[in-house]
């Protein structure tokens, strides 16, 4: 059972503590974070975005409200996202771990949401901000298994408020099924603009957290911009494909500025409203993307997207905005990815120091704030489709790419078009060595295990202008 008062904290959890015993924490767990005034926490993700789709990084798209958190908190210019893919990535988010470690974090598109998801019992971030005294709300996509046996009331949220599909119509409310907008466990009959939907819940949630006076733990998973391509006033469009889901010849970049400007108004109004509500100074604000963008989006500098291993499809976006404690207007060099933030919430709210949370991430707490080194980072991805597995330590990325290997360095080489396998033979066995290690500690891809069919074949000379895209 989820734990819902935030008055039952510690050993005294129920199913939490059970959870929690077996990966290390200690039956009485702690009764409260050390933080005298722990931090409210908003998370917010959006869905397919590519690491120039914001004002600040690439100023193509138009997104003066999330361009004011690089103003008033950190910019990261080397942040990953788990994976190349949303379900992946959600896994590795919610977990801490490598994705790879559990059988749905295998998983895109999830083919069998009914039989394959995050189990229950999994240990996740919103159980252990739970027991930290936070109300846990998850606003937007969940897309990791359906109801009833798996979805996010399961899994450490006390609250649920969005789908538990990958994706669906902005506008049209299908009656049943995975895609349709929920409130907790109710399907709503009918929905506005969803973009607004989820930003307006989001608000309310802020709203109700500080008149019942409880640490909020948000995690505000918006589906934009994420196809089908709709903006606010594209209600025709919906009628026209009746809510089906697929990628559809009504989009185009001015259709795609028009979803980013409603996700940029509604991740405004909530900046406002934490203002209004005097809860500015010690509320971490965090704005990210589950994985790179694809069609329309903008991933200047870098070549690839959604569903490759080339940076394009795993760097993302990352704003960071605490003013406790983040120097307004900073730029980080800083290498993190998706699972880093477990640990840094767990320490940024407070936990007493045998507080265990096991993680393949690490705390950017340092890096956020500037009172710590640049750390060097060495990270691995591996995805079905095509073949790909990567390697980043450093500078350099090893890349495996529909049966080709590549050796590259990001610091000279930000397009990933000069092999240098042949000129650094050691450093490039050494690299593909540790990445065949990694994956040996990881669950096997099965010819069960899901994927995107991608179509046609990669050029037995790399062409990173010609990328693999996902069947329509």
């Known amino acids: 059972m989820p734990i819902t008062r935030r008055n039952m904290l510690g050993g005294a959890l129920g199913a939490g503590a059970l959870i929690a015993a077996r990966e ?29 789709d914001l004002g600040c990084y690439g100023k193509v798209y138009q997104t003066p409200n999330i361009d004011r958190l690089a103003q008033e908190g950190v910019l990261f210019r080397q942040a990953y996202s788990n994976s190349a893919v949303c379900t992946a990535t959600r896994v590795g988010l919610i977990t801490g771990r490598y994705q790879n470690r559990f059988r749905v974090g295998l998983e895109e598109p999830l083919g069998a949401p009914d039989r394959i998801g995050l189990e229950p019992e999994t240990p996740t971030m919103p159980r252990y901000m739970q027991q930290l005294g936070y109300r846990t709300v998850l606003v937007g996509k969940w897309h990791m298994g359906d109801p009833p046996r798996f979805g996010p009331l399961k899994s450490g949220y006390d609250r649920f408020f969005g789908l538990y599909s990958g ?38 949630e802020i709203r109700e957290a500080k008149a019942d006076g409880v640490p909020l733990f948000m995690s505000l998973h918006f589906t934009a911009p994420h196809w089908p391509w709709e903006g606010p006033e594209d209600m025709l469009v919906a009628e026209r494909h009746k809510g089906a889901i697929f990628m559809s010849e009504d989009g185009s970049i001015a259709t795609f500025q028009k979803m980013l400007t409603s996700l940029d108004i509604n991740v405004g109004k909530l ?28 991933v200047w500098p870098f070549t690839g997207m959604k569903c490759e291993l080339l940076e394009g499809g795993i760097r993302v976006p990352l704003l960071c905005r605490w003013p406790a404690r983040i120097k307004p207007g900073s730029v980080s060099e800083q290498v993190t990815i998706s699972m880093d933030w477990m640990p840094t919430f767990i320490e940024a709210a407070g936990a007493p120091s045998g507080f265990k949370a096991p993680t393949d991430g690490t705390s950017i707490i340092p890096q956020l704030t500037g009172e710590g080194p640049l750390v060097n980072r060495a990270l691995f991805w591996q995805y079905k489709a095509n073949d790909q597995a990567a390697h980043r330590d450093g500078p350099w990325k090893y890349l495996r790419l529909g049966g080709h290997d590549y050796l590259f360095n990001l610091d000279i080489d930000a397009h990933e078009r000069s092999n240098f396998a042949r000129r650094e033979p050691e450093r490039f066995a050494r690299m593909k060595q540790a990445h065949a290690d990694w994956s040996a500690t990881m669950l096997p891809y099965t010819p069960e295990t899901s994927s995107y069919n991608i179509v046609g074949q990669v050029p037995d000379r790399y062409a990173p202008l010609a990328p693999v895209r996902p069947q329509q």
Do not use: C, W
């Open 167 to 204: 994706g669906k119509d902005y506008f049209v409310q299908p009656q049943s099924g995975g895609a349709a907008l929920h409130d907790g466990d109710t399907i709503l009959k009918q929905h506005r603009y969803l973009t607004d939907e989820l930003g307006d819940r989001a608000a309310r």
């Open 24 to 52: 290390g924490l200690a039956a009485g767990a702690p009764q409260a974070a050390n933080a005298a005034t722990p931090p409210n926490i908003l998370y917010i993700m959006a869905d397919d975005m590519g690491y120039g």
């Open 271 to 298: 900046l406002q409203l934490l203002s209004d509500l005097d809860l500015v100074e010690n509320t971490i604000v965090v704005f990210t993307s589950d994985n790179g963008g694809e069609r329309y989006s903008n």
